[in-house]
Antibody
Framework: EVQLVESGGGLVQPGGSLRLSCAAS????????MHWVRQAPGKGLEYVST????????YYANSVKGRFTISRDNSKSTLYLQMGSLRTEDMALYYC????????????WGQGALVTVSS | QSALTQPASVSGSPGQSITISCTGT?????????VSWYQQHPGKAPKLMIY???KRPSGVSNRFSGSKSGNTASLTISGLQAEDEADYYC???????????FGGGTKLTVL
């Protein structure tokens, strides 16, 4: 069974930094693209970032480009999202998501890590 | 990149069929057969229902089907059941500079 468990969420001040982690199990982690998708309270889904299976390709939403960095450690089956220069509009539930065979759909989702940005 | 356009809400009675539209542009929905649909119940993580416009993952009921015409994709749910009441989101590849874009979501109410 595919399991994705996020951690690292919490309260951070505007301008601060936070690193999210996602521990994956139940599948061969290195063979799948992985993604972060977020959802602000009461709002819809928003794409954040993507990384290929070997970590060689990364993509970012314009709203986070230059502030967030996605990475992975295939030896630990763990996905990361380093978030910097955080803004109040970054406050959301961040989902760790496994990509499908074509990368462009998301076939398994974690339960999310809540990031609160407030002074 | 603007979100794909979905109706805010749709409703139907048990046993009926409903269709949720997802309108994009020639840069996303219209250019790629890479539209997916997600179901989200309150307080739960989204669940993949349709991918690559028409394909259903294993375990998803065949009451769910997808289609596309031009810049608009659609999700049809036939034989509505109470458990189908949820939020539904469409998503499309939008080129390498944007990767994917989501719709704003549609709340389905089963009357």
């Amino acid at each position: 069974e595919v399991q994705l468990v996020e951690s690292g969420g919490g309260l951070v001040q505007p301008g601060g930094s936070l690193r999210l982690s996602c521990a994956a199990s139940g599948f061969t982690f290195s063979t799948y693209s992985m993604h972060w998708v977020r959802q602000a309270p009461g709002k819809g889904l928003e794409y954040v970032s993507t990384i290929g299976g070997n970590g060689g390709s990364t993509y970012y939403a314009n709203s986070v480009k230059g502030r967030f960095t996605i990475s992975r450690d295939n030896s630990k089956s763990t996905l990361y999202l380093q978030m910097g220069s955080l803004r109040t509009e970054d406050m959301a539930l961040y989902y760790c998501v496994r990509g499908g065979s074509s990368w462009y759909y998301f076939d398994s989702w974690g339960q999310g890590a809540l990031v609160t940005v407030s002074s | 990149q603007s979100a794909l356009t979905q109706p805010a809400s749709v409703s139907g009675s048990p046993g009926q069929s409903i269709t949720i539209s997802c309108t994009g542009t020639s840069s996303d929905v219209g250019s790629y057969n890479l539209v997916s649909w997600y179901q989200q119940h309150p307080g739960k993580a989204p669940k993949l229902m349709i991918y690559e416009v028409t394909k259903r993952p294993s375990g998803v009921s065949n009451r769910f089907s997808g289609s596309k015409s031009g810049n608009t994709a659609s999700l049809t749910i036939s034989g509505l059941q109470a458990e189908d009441e949820a939020d539904y989101y469409c998503c499309s590849h939008a080129g390498s500079s944007t990767f994917v874009v989501f719709g704003g979501g549609t709340k389905l109410t089963v009357l």
